[in-house]
């Protein structure tokens, strides 16, 4: 927990120079947030969402499992005391490509369809998300297909 609590304070605290670590810490933490934040966004609290969301971040960064389970849990305490995803994004915009980006936008709708399920608070997060990330509208729709198919819902 100490261990969680120090690397969240990390994250975010900005020195004037960064090392590459934690720039490489503060890119996962934020796509996990994103990511956390649409399983907090459904009511009915699934585990097929958090197995969504640790296969997606297990994927894109390569975490053993003790390193994945610890930023999944630091994404959780930071997601619950975050007030916006300005943060999150403006992170996510500076680091990564546009693929890339299309990317996060359809790991979040493959979070969303775990439980088969698409909640309206869902569909307007990842929305939200998708505007901040510079996604458009075309992408988005396209993502969430793939997502939709994946799931076997299409």
């Given amino acids: 927990m100490l261990k969680t609590l120090k690397d969240l304070f990390d994250a975010f605290t900005m020195p004037d ?3 590459p670590e934690q720039r490489t810490h503060a890119l996962e933490l ?3 947030v994103l ?3 649409v399983m907090r966004a459904d009511p009915a609290l699934q585990a097929a969402e958090r197995q969504a969301v640790v296969k997606a971040l297990h994927e894109k960064f390569g975490l053993p499992d003790d390193a994945l389970a610890r930023l999944v849990e630091q994404a959780e305490v930071t997601a ?3 007030s916006d995803f300005y943060q999150f994004t403006s992170r996510i915009n500076e680091r990564l490509t546009h693929p890339q ?3 996060v936008i359809e790991n979040m709708w493959q979070v969303a369809y775990a439980d088969a399920h698409l909640d309206a608070t869902e569909n ?3 929305s939200k998300v998708a505007d901040l990330l510079y996604v458009t509208h075309g992408e988005y729709i396209g ?3 793939r997502a939709k198919e994946l799931a076997g819902l299409a």
Avoid: F, G
């Fill in 35 to 37: 990511l956390v934040e």
């Fill in 30 to 32: 934020a796509t996990a």
């Fill in 17 to 19: 120079e960064e090392s």
């Fill in 143 to 145: 993502a969430k297909m």
């Fill in 124 to 126: 307007h997060l990842i």
């Fill in 101 to 103: 980006k299309i990317q």
């Fill in 80 to 82: 619950r005391n975050a």
